[in-house]
């Protein structure tokens, strides 16, 4: 098993741009999230999906969107970057409904916005 | 917000040393847990304990909750060099909430 992989690992964009990061798990988890981390404020909870089809907004969902078409799949789309979107993006999955769950990480994707 | 909050932010001890890494929340919850990031690197996850449990036990680690402080500890007993990382406390909220909330967490050091 992979476990929870994400593409790409490093990514640097422009003011506006738009990307998607990719997020795949190959351990059948119906619960899978995205939280951003910036020093000294731990990780925030960005969106969060209990299965395909379905998605949820976390803390911080502004300027982000989320979609869950298949199990595996969790992809977080930036809609127009912005510098204060400059973080360590990480994605997890769980079974179950995820908060009682261990969570198992990727190894996340470090984005930087001129 | 976060939930829960550690302290220390940073521990600096030498190996051998025992580690003592507390959490506090704000409101009740369903469980807690504990997580290692070494640097640069994903999350890993160390122990669960729910809210009817006040101790768990893993290898050198040891978690007790106090539901009735909104607190729990994290030991890690005769420390290693390879302890060195960061730990976060996540919880999640009683009611349903399937959001699992981190600290800011706890930066350990163990100096050889």
């Known amino acids: 098993n992979a476990g929870v992989t994400q593409t790409p690992k490093f990514q640097v964009l422009k003011t506006g741009q738009s990307m998607t990061l990719q997020c795949a798990q190959d351990?059948?988890?119906?619960?899978m999230s995205w939280y951003r981390q910036d020093p000294g404020m731990g990780l925030r909870l960005i969106h969060y999906?209990?299965?395909?089809?379905?998605?949820d907004q976390g803390e911080v969902p502004n300027g982000y969107n989320v979609s869950r078409s298949t199990t595996e799949d969790f992809p977080l789309r930036l809609l127009s970057a912005a510098p204060s979107q400059t973080s360590v993006y990480f994605c997890?999955?769980?079974?179950?409904?995820?908060?009682?769950?261990?969570?198992?990480f990727g190894p996340g994707t470090r984005l930087l916005v001129l | 917000s976060q939930q829960g909050e550690e302290d220390p932010q940073a521990l600096s001890i030498q190996e051998g040393e025992n580690a003592t890494m507390n959490c506090s929340y704000k409101?009740?919850?369903?469980?807690l847990q504990w997580y290692r990031q070494n640097s640069g690197r994903g999350l890993v996850h160390l122990i669960l304990?729910?809210?009817?449990?006040r101790e768990k036990h893993s290898g050198r680690l040891r978690v007790t909750l106090d539901t009735s402080k909104k607190s729990s500890s994290l030991l890690i007993t005769a420390s290693r060099a390879a302890d060195t990382a960061s730990y976060f406390c996540?919880?999640?909220?009683?009611?349903?909430?399937?959001?699992?909330?981190f600290g800011k967490g706890t930066k350990l050091t163990v100096n050889p």
């Open positions: 997890a999955s769980s079974t179950g409904t995820g908060a009682g769950e261990t969570q198992y």
């Open positions: 351990m059948n988890h119906e619960y």
């Open positions: 999906s209990v299965g395909a089809g379905i998605t």
């Open positions: 409101t009740s919850i369903n469980n």
């Open positions: 304990i729910r809210s009817n449990e």
């Open positions: 996540a919880t999640g909220m009683r009611g349903g909430s399937e959001k699992l909330v």
